[in-house]
Structure formats: C-alpha cells, structure tokens
C-alpha cells in the first residue's frame, strides 16, 4: 500500500489533497491541525461529544455561528445539550443512533461509507481533471477514494487511549475487508493526535512518503528497544539541517514508531537509520520505537498488520501556538 501522511497538510503547493472527510472524537484534539484541514475537508463529522470540542474550538475565534460542522452523529449522550440546540438552530445534521453495539468513533466510519459517493461528488476537480460530480479519475479511470483523517487525543486516560487504536485498527480491517471486497471508495484512515500522525500498516509492502521531514545530519540514538533494555541512554544529537523556509517548512520530525498490536511479526525496513530485515518483533519482546527518517520515502513490509506513527512538526502539535 502506499500512505502520505503529510499530503493534507501541503498548502503550498497550490492544489488541493485528495478527498478526505474529518472526524472529530471527543477527546482533546489538536486545534492547529483541525484549523489547516478544516480549509479542504469535504465533510466534518463530529462523533457525539466531539461537537462540544469543535464547538469550543470555533467560539475561541469568535465562528461559532458560521464555522459548523456538517454531522453529528452518535448515542448524543455526550454533547451538551445547549451545544446540540445551536447546531440544531443552524441546519447541522444530528443523526441518533442509540446502536449499543458499537461506539460513537465505528458509527461515524459507517456514517462515511454509507455516504462516501455523494461526498465525493462534491470534491472539487482533481489536477487530473476529474469533473466534480464524478468519482471516477477520467484519465486513469480508477475511482477516487475517500481519505478519513480522524482528530483525537491519545494522552489522558490509557484505556481511552487504547479504545482509539483498537477501533482505528478495528475499523481499518473492517474496510480493507470491504474495500477488496465490494469495489468501495473508503480510503486510508489517519489519526491525528496532539502530537503524531498514526495509521495501520497492511500486510505486504508499504511505502510511506514523508517529505519535509526535519532531520538532522547525523544520530546515534537507540531506536530498537527490547524487554532488557527499555530505555536505553542516547547521547546528544547535532542541530538539524538548515532549510530555506526555516521553521515553516517541516511537516514532520523524524521520530518513529512500528508497534505490532495483534501479535508476533516480522518487518523488513528501509530508509531509516536502523533497517531492518525479516526482524521478529512482539509486545514483550523487541519493539522499534523512535527509530528516525533518514529518506523522503521509506518502506515498511510485515506479514501482519502492524501500527506505524510519525511525529508532527512542532509548529503542527497542539499548543504549540
């Protein structure tokens, strides 16, 4: 599979990312992340209480009665219920539903994949030329599909932290399942938390882009940690490169992290500073963690699905301004 975490976040290259839609948790989310994406978000879904964040987000600048999200949808035992009467008043689509069986987080996914043609028939013209109203590429002809990027904390509680990543691989292995299965549009899902952009490998190749990556000339640390050895001592690291931009120009720092969540695996690497080849890595036993981009593209194979997460640039973290 091929991902590109950052292409969401490139402004200034003067066109617009590929489809995708927003879902806000309820949970703390990265407000200068949300600010960016919300520009070229085909819909913004709030998942129940993920409307009392959006809400408090859009009144700190004073848009509170312009700045609305499209959906809210849920249980609606979360969101406030003077928040849910002013979106209520401005037209906003509250969906109930009180389905016991799954969470606010699943029922948004399965809001976006019932209604994921009509969203993309309001995409705007791909650089290809695509029309609007259609969700097929007329020079490829291969359909376009429906990016989900997800805003949520994983600070906080740990159980809610894990509830995230167990839905996010949950959901992520429900529509490749569907995707293979049925010829659906459903793309890749990301979640964008205070700090780090994460998303699931899928078994087979993965090559990942990760342009505008801020790394330094050199380093030494230890980026593959074992049961032994969990925090290894890393000497002091030199300045990172200079860019022409400055600060402005990274979307990513270096650091990452491949985590195996529902089992052994084997990984082979390439365009880090520690590769690896047909590496066995288990919860309990040897894990990669803040291993460092070292290429603009890097590549991922494992046998299972395994999670892969990426720093934000500092200028892109929550609170940074």
Not at 22 to 28: A, E, G, I, S, T
Not at 61 to 79: A, K, N, R, Y
Not at 155 to 160: A, E, H
Request: hydrophobic letters at 35%.
């Amino acid at each position: 599979m091929e991902w590109d975490p950052t292409q969401f976040f490139r402004e200034e290259e003067n066109k617009s990312p590929p489809p995708f839609a927003l879902v806000v948790l309820n949970q703390p989310i990265n407000e200068i992340a949300l600010a960016v994406l919300r520009e070229h978000a085909l819909t913004t879904i709030c998942a129940d209480g993920g409307a009392n964040r959006f809400f408090e987000f859009a009144k700190l600048q004073g848009l509170e009665d312009t700045d609305l999200p499209d959906t809210i949808i849920g249980d609606l035992d979360s969101i406030r219920p003077e928040i849910s009467a002013h979106y209520a008043n401005r037209g906003v689509n509250i969906v109930q539903d009180d389905d016991q069986y799954s969470t606010d987080f699943t029922k948004s996914l399965r809001y976006l994949r019932e209604h994921e043609e009509r969203i993309l028939s309001s995409a705007p013209p791909s650089t290809s030329g695509s029309h609007p109203m259609t969700t097929s590429d007329p020079v490829t002809g291969e359909r376009r599909r429906l990016e989900i990027l997800i805003l949520g904390g994983l600070g906080g509680r740990v159980d809610q932290a894990f509830s995230q990543i167990h839905h996010l691989y949950m959901m992520n292995q429900q529509q490749s399942t569907s995707v293979a299965g049925s010829g659906s549009n459903s793309g890749n899902l990301y979640l964008i938390s205070e700090e780090s952009i994460t998303f699931i490998l899928q078994p087979g190749p993965n090559m990942i882009h990760v342009p505008r990556t801020n790394r330094p000339l050199d380093a030494t640390s230890t980026a593959l940690e074992t049961s032994d050895n969990p925090n290894p001592e890393s000497p002091q690291r030199p300045a990172a490169k200079e860019e022409g931009e400055g600060k402005e120009y990274y979307l990513l720092e270096e650091n990452v992290g491949i985590i195996p969540l529902s089992g052994p695996a084997r990984i082979t690497t390439s365009g880090f500073q520690w590769d690896v080849d047909n590496w066995a890595t288990e919860i309990g036993g040897q894990i990669s963690t803040s291993n460092h981009i070292r290429a603009e593209v890097v590549h991922v194979n494992t046998n299972v699905p395994v999670l892969f997460t990426v720093e934000l640039a500092r200028r892109l973290k929550r609170g940074s301004r």
